[in-house]
T-cell receptor, first 117, second 114 residues
């Protein structure tokens, strides 16, 4: 069964360091999302890509976060410099508008648990 | 701004009992999703509800959508321990370029005990 892949699964870093997360969506899914989930809360969208283009990054802290999806397939989310408040689960999801009865259903990867010390 | 509220936030149930989780949202939408999350794990899709009056059932879980009331329910029948998890509802906007963005509720932590 097709799945969204993410790496690393866990990352521990010190504040002010740079971190990067990678996501490979389900093959053929044009839309890719990065969400951040703080412990005890629901996920919040950071950035949404349609193919290689950003369609929504209104909640992305652009002074320290960046995201790219250069060839419209896999994607990288970077934080530089990391702050204590960035500790969270970072989830990648993908969807296809052509999903038919499950219209635009989003499928989530296993996530990257980030701890900033 | 779309707001999504779930209640209750914490639910402790006895095995064999029935209960309902409610999901209210603040603006028009015809797309609602239910997800399950186990501790430390990612989100598993449970139901996709795409129209007013939609009802879907899988095992002991049944979800419904009332777009006029801006309300979805997740009903649990004869709960078993394996249902213990956090349940999220998520709402998508009606149309527009951000058609894919989901706004999540706070989550309901369900614990089923003997």
């Amino acid at each position: 069964e097709a799945e969204v892949a993410q790496s690393p699964r866990y990352k521990i870093t010190e504040k002010s360091q740079a971190v990067a997360f990678w996501c490979d969506p389900i093959s053929g899914h044009a839309t890719l999302y990065w969400y951040r989930q703080i412990l005890g809360q629901g996920p919040e969208l950071l950035v949404q890509f349609q193919d290689e283009s950003v369609v929504d990054d209104s909640q992305l802290p652009k002074d320290r976060f960046s995201a790219e999806r250069l060839k419209g397939v896999d994607s990288t989310l970077k934080i530089q410099p990391a702050e204590l408040g960035d500790s969270a689960m970072y989830l990648c999801a993908s969807s296809s508008p052509l999903a038919g009865p499950s219209y635009n259903e989003q499928f989530f990867g296993p996530g990257t648990r980030l701890t900033v010390l | 701004e779309l707001k999504v509220e779930q209640n209750p936030l914490f639910l402790s149930m006895q095995e064999g009992k029935n209960y309902t989780i409610y999901c209210n949202y603040s603006t028009t939408s015809d797309r609602l999703y239910w997800y399950r999350q186990d501790p430390g794990k990612s989100l598993e899709s449970l139901f996709v509800l795409l129209s007013n009056g939609a009802v879907k059932q899988e095992g002991r879980l049944m979800a419904s959508l009332d777009t006029k009331a801006r309300l979805s329910t997740l009903h649990i029948t004869a709960a078993v321990h394996d249902l213990s998890a956090t349940y999220f509802c998520a709402v998508g906007p009606a149309g527009g370029t951000s058609y894919g963005k989901l706004t999540f509720g706070q989550g309901t932590i369900l614990t089923v005990h003997p």
